[in-house]
């Protein structure tokens, strides 16, 4: 078991979590995940390690409720535990000097760039942070990343915080004034991560996106996470995360994402049904209840 040591609320339906998981908080590098399940027999889920502190053993996991699991994970509390935490998985960031590195979160995509602001900087580069949320309360993470970058830019589609508009008008603006952009990390919705590779592919600046496909075993045996990058059929769980954007086959990686949306519905569904019943209240209940439930299927 993974003791809950903090748990908060960052934005709504945004939570994070500080999890004691020693060997993972050793070994950890920016890039990196993890595969976790709530409970026994739960649903297997990848979430980015936010950050991690080696000598306390913990991670940070940061995580939007998007589903049944995700809201069951967002609802611990400190003093909880999670079943099983394995990792970390993936390839570390491709962290080296471009001169001037800008780092592009969109919502929780932004928990992927925090631990690559700090890596970058470390590498002697300029880093500029460029963080996308629908309104003000929805940008995350602005105070942690503005330790690391010299300019850091909240953007909101309302204009209630920040510049008004998409990252990517932000990201064409900044390259325009400052022409020394040598790289550019970016991290959330596939819709804002291929809008961000068609920015800069005119102007072939080595950009590296980090993908969220369907994932169950992280190991590569399972095919789940398949992307076709540069014609080449390749494992996200192994063989990335994180890919060159000018070669990620954005379309198919859309279509993949929606296989399992009738079973996320049920999932969904059969959890607020549990909770309506007006059974147990507590987290400890709920999550009884949901793994008797689950254990039945």
């Not at 080696?54 to 967002?74: F, H, R, S």
């Not at 949320?133 to 953007?155: A, F, T, W």
């Not at 996200?236 to 929606?258: I, M, N, Q, S, Y």
Request: charged content about 20%.
């Amino acid at each position: 078991m993974f003791p809950v040591q903090e748990a908060c609320w960052l934005a709504p339906k945004v939570r994070r979590l500080v999890v004691h998981a020693p060997r993972v908080a050793r070994r950890h590098e920016p890039g990196h995940f993890v595969i976790l399940r709530v409970h026994d027999g739960g649903e297997r889920i990848p979430l980015t390690i936010a950050d991690s502190n080696a000598e306390n053993g913990t991670i940070t996991l940061i995580i939007q409720v998007v589903g049944a699991t995700t809201e069951k994970l967002c609802a611990l509390e400190q003093g909880d535990s999670i079943a099983n935490v394995a990792g970390p998985m993936g390839k570390p960031t491709e962290i080296e000097n471009f001169g001037h590195a800008v780092l592009v979160g969109g919502g929780v995509g932004t928990a992927v760039i925090y631990p690559q602001a700090g890596a970058l900087r470390r590498a002697g580069n300029k880093v500029s942070a460029i963080m996308g949320g629908r309104s003000g309360e929805y940008v995350i993470l602005e105070k942690e990343l503005s330790q690391y970058c010299d300019n850091v830019y909240p953007c909101t589609d309302d204009g209630s915080y920040g510049f008004k508009g998409f990252v990517t008008n932000k990201l064409k603006e900044l390259i325009e004034q400052s022409g020394d952009v040598g790289a550019v990390l970016a991290a959330g919705p596939v819709p804002m991560m291929r809008a961000v590779a068609e920015v800069t592919r005119p102007l072939k600046i080595h950009t590296i996106v980090s993908l969220n496909p369907v994932m169950v075993d992280g190991t590569g045996m399972c095919g789940g996470c398949r992307v076709t990058v540069d014609g080449q059929m390749k494992f996200a769980c192994v063989d990335g995360p994180e890919f060159d954007a000018h070669l990620v086959d954005f379309k198919e990686l859309a279509d993949r994402l929606t296989t399992y949306r009738e079973q996320e519905a049920l999932a969904w569904n059969r959890l607020h049904e549990l909770q309506a019943s007006g059974g147990c209240t507590t987290t400890t209940c709920r999550m009884a209840e949901l793994e008797q439930t689950e254990t039945a299927k």
